[in-house]
């Protein structure tokens, strides 16, 4: 199994971020249909993040909008090893225990298979 370090994120900490750029990317031409011009820009916004910053914030949305305590997403290679592992919610003193991704086995491992893991209680 190869071995993953990522920096986890600091659990608790408030979602600010801020860039400073010296000049703007190319305006995305407008098509004049609202949705169609708002979709784009999202695309070409997105396109421009790496994918650990995309994976932090949608876990942190996704947990806000559903009223979760936890959120986390785990994106597993072609043989099933977790290569990347974003979480929220997690206490700074459990997150620093997390040494590395957990492995997709037992409940985690249904998730590939189910599609998504929904727990009321978890130990």
Same mark, same amino acid.
């Given at each position: 199994?190869?071995? !993953? ?15 400073? !750029?010296?000049?703007?990317? *190319?305006?995305?031409? $407008?098509? /004049?249909?609202a &949705?169609?011009?708002l979709l ?10 790496? $994918?650990?910053?995309? &994976?932090?914030r949608? !876990?942190?949305?996704?947990?806000? $909008?559903?009223g979760a305590?936890?959120g986390?997403?785990?994106? &597993? ?6 290569? *990347?592992? !974003?979480?929220? /919610?997690?206490?700074?003193a459990?997150?620093?225990m &997390?040494r ?7 409940v ?6 189910? /599609?998504?893991?929904r ?5």
């Open positions: 199994m190869r071995e !993953v370090t990522a920096s986890p994120p600091v659990a608790g900490a408030p979602f600010q971020r801020g860039v400073l !750029v010296d000049s703007l990317p *190319t305006q995305t031409p $407008l098509t /004049g249909d &949705l169609t011009d784009s820009a999202i695309l070409a916004v997105a396109g421009q993040l790496d $994918l650990t910053t995309v &994976l932090d949608f !876990v942190q949305v996704s947990a806000e $909008l559903t305590r936890y986390a997403i785990n994106v &597993l290679d072609d043989q099933g090893a977790s290569t *990347t592992f !974003v979480y929220t /919610g997690i206490p700074t459990v997150a620093r &997390l590395r991704p957990p492995p997709a086995e037992g985690l491992g249904q998730i590939p298979v189910d /599609g998504a893991l727990l009321d209680y978890l130990t």
